[in-house]
């Protein structure tokens, strides 16, 4: 076995090689800053979005409390009180998200669900529940063409047909 031992030039490029290393550590705590800042940035994008859309139901609800800048004038409307949709019937786009614009008139919390069946097992969407009086733009996914049943997921006596064509 043999020892080793330590001079003093040794000394010397070990020293020389500590900026070095510190540059790289600097820079490793850069990149590390970066992310973090990318992390935290998604993080508040994700819990402001979940703000606005609010929280309801399953957890997976939506509606908006304030109209989307983009919103079509023809987007189907509805509105409720006194237990009751003041229609059943609407017309939507087919293959092309749209937006629900829906009022609630009365105190009692409502919400506009919609099915693709008369049992209501097949959820194609789940507006929050809200009570009123208030406005709740519901931003609805595409449907394929067909005939879908739209409901208060808290009186299924309120009910109605959209029709996606």
Not at 45 to 74: F, I, K, N, T, Y
């Amino acid at each position: 076995m043999t020892a080793t031992r330590c001079t003093a030039s040794d000394a010397r490029s070990s020293r020389a090689a500590a900026p070095e290393a510190r540059v790289m550590t600097d820079r490793t705590r850069t990149s590390l800053t970066r992310a973090a800042r990318r992390a935290a940035t998604f993080l508040a994008a994700a819990l402001a979005a979940s703000a606005l859309l609010g929280c309801g139901g399953g957890g997976s609800a939506l509606g908006l409390e304030l109209p989307p800048a983009s919103l079509d004038q023809a987007s189907p409307r509805l509105s409720a009180a006194g237990l009751a949709y003041d229609t059943t019937e609407l017309a939507a786009p087919a293959n092309e998200a749209f937006v629900i614009v829906f009022e609630n008139r009365e105190a009692v919390s409502h919400n506009v669900s919609i099915y693709a069946d008369d049992g209501l097992r097949d959820r194609r969407f789940e507006g929050v529940l809200f009570g009123g009086p208030a406005t709740r733009w519901y931003p609805v996914p595409a449907l394929a063409p067909g005939t879908y049943i739209f409901v208060c997921d808290l009186h299924p006596a309120m009910r109605g047909t959209l029709t996606a064509s």
